[in-house]
């Protein structure tokens, strides 16, 4: 039986929430912080914090940070439910979807991880649920990170202004599957689907 766009984009969004929450929580309960795993020369989980957006970033007022993303996510669910019943691609809809899973999946540290996560002190494991509580009030909580990749590593030569000798590691950035999940989704609605992104194309498509 083929699935309805609505609930293809909720099947989607439940998966990748689940995945996310589930790595950030046995991550967060079973490796101290900075602690990294190698599983090859190029993939390890190494796990890190942040209170900023997408690949540790840092733009925005925390509370601002978290408020706007709620303010997202709640759009987006509302925008796909919308749409549901339209003439719209089903890639459309998978984009949307990875959207707003990445959104929520960072949501849901913003808003809890604080208040159900203690904050030990070095080599501790954070606990769930702790007795003395968590390390943060509501909205305060820190977004869990660990997927690196260094997929190449060099020196600069010495000649080069400003960065030469400085060694340089690409894939830098820690990340976690909601950031992938997000960029993933707008990068293929950009490339592929952009002109859904006009009101007046999306209502002549779906009429």
């Keep these: 039986m083929r699935l309805s766009n609505g609930a293809l984009a909720l099947l989607i969004t439940l998966l990748v929430i689940c995945a996310d929450q589930i790595l950030k929580i046995w991550v967060k309960t079973s490796f101290y912080y900075g602690e990294e795993l190698v599983i090859t020369d190029w993939f390890r989980l190494f796990f890190i914090e942040n209170n900023g957006m997408a690949f540790g970033m840092e733009v925005l007022n925390k509370l601002v940070l978290t408020l706007f993303r709620v303010v997202m996510a709640c759009l987006f669910v509302y925008y796909i439910f919308r749409i549901r019943n339209s003439a719209a691609p089903r890639g459309y809809f998978v984009c949307l979807s990875l959207i707003t899973a990445g959104t929520i999946g960072n949501v849901i540290d913003c808003l809890f991880y604080g208040l159900v996560f203690d904050n030990p002190m070095y080599p501790g494991v954070a606990s769930f649920m702790p007795?003395?509580?968590?390390?943060?009030?509501?909205?305060?909580?820190?977004?869990?990170?660990?997927?690196y990749f260094p997929l190449a590593e060099w020196n600069w030569p010495d000649w080069l202004p400003f960065i030469g000798g400085n060694h340089f590691i690409f894939f830098h950035p820690v990340f976690n599957i909601a950031d992938a999940a997000l960029c993933v989704g707008v990068f293929i609605l950009v490339i592929f689907y952009y002109r859904f992104l006009s009101p007046k194309e999306l209502k002549q498509d779906c009429e």
Excluded at 133 to 141: I, Q, R
Aim: aromatic share 18%; hydrophobic share 45%; glycine share 24%.
């Design 131 to 147: 007795d003395a509580g968590g390390y943060a009030s509501f909205g305060f909580g820190r977004v869990v990170d660990m997927l």
